[in-house]
């Protein structure tokens, strides 16, 4: 078995980069542990957000989109970008003054974003309460899309351009010779190609691990909740402070995302449901704030492990040996950045990346030890700017 790439890990990054890579006449495996999108890709609030106070990051944004545009398209509407618009609420004078300045700092960039004061948040929400708000930032644009849906269609447009996918195929290790990539071995058997693709989300480091190449990431999880009631049309909303965010998912849903939790847990090891007790907390939270959900209950919910970097940005391009590539570390924004995926098929293809990969370059990390680190600002953080952002 003989290809020109192999990718790791059927996530979304790992499905887009495989139909990119496909379609630049590369002849390439991706090679998937369980299902398609069985982890984290699925599990996603899907939420992507319009606006950033980094160029790079502006640019992966706003090509995520075009490319789900695209496969709305090609579908013919399998594939929704969902705008639901993004209200950031602060309820402290420094969280207003942080969400003032990154409306600013957005502006510069072309970003038609609003700060809102708390009688402008209360006149246009008015299904919520807004006597304890210091202020807002509003974006229009934003919205989300069913992120299982959208894996599900990459990996057929992947097969569709000629990609395999093989699912129920563990990568044990990476296969280097002389200092360049030779292959994989999977299941036992050697798969033979000159380029790897790791996508393996938050598995990714402790594979290469086994091959003494060290990426510096750690990580956490990610709850959602699904809370059943009358919530007066809500689109989307986050709470700067507290770090939890509603995403309508029906007239009748939504799902409540919390901020993160168990930093360093253990990948293998993680209970994939919320804790009771944790979901009626943050229920009784969204219920101060949207009193017209004061009978709404938690009707399930679900968690999913995430893995950062020590600055929060994501880990893109090669990485060790001369044939090894990474797309990972995206924290709880994969669904918003994959574009980057398509950046690293476009270096793979010896083509010039879409964006200036420059700040979330793997390579910035090049010889970290293994050592245990902690998050600089936390994993959602982009260090980049001043201001911070949810995610
Ligand atoms: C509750 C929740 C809400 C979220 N909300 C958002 C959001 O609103 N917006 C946003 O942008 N992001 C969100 N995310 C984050 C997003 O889901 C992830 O960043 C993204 O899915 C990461 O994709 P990935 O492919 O890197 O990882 P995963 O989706 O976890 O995929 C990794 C894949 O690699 C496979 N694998 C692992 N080891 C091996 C091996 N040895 N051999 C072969 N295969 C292997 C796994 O089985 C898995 O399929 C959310 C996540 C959660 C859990």
Redesign the pocket.
Known sequence: MRYDAVV???????LLAAWKLAEGGFRVAV????TI?????A??????PQESTSPANLAVLCRTRAIIDELDRVTGGVVGFHVVGGLQMATSEEGARALRARVDQAARLGVAGEYLEPDTIASRWPNLRTDDLTGGYYTGTDGFVF?QTLSVVLAGMARNAGAEIWEG???DRLAVDSGHVSGVVASGHHVTTPRVLV?????SAT?LARSRIFLPTKSFI???IIVVGDHGGLRFMSEFEAGHYVMPRSPGALLL?LPPSDIGVDADRFSRHPDPETSTEWLGLLRRRVPSLRDARVAGGWA?V?ASTPDAWPLVGRFGPEGLFVA?G????????LATAEAVAQLMLDQEPFYDIHAQEALRFDGYDGAPFEFREGPFYYTETVATQL?
Not at 31 to 34: A, D, N, P, S, T
Not at 331 to 337: A, D, F, I, P, W
């Open positions: 790791i890990g059927a996530g979304l990054p790992g090679l998937e542990r369980g999108a069985s982890e984290s890709s599990l996603a609030a899907g939420h992507i992120s195929c563990a990568v996508a393996a989300g938050a598995w594979l990610l709850q959602a995302g999913g995430l990972t995206f924290g709880g924004g994969g669904v918003q950045r995610w």
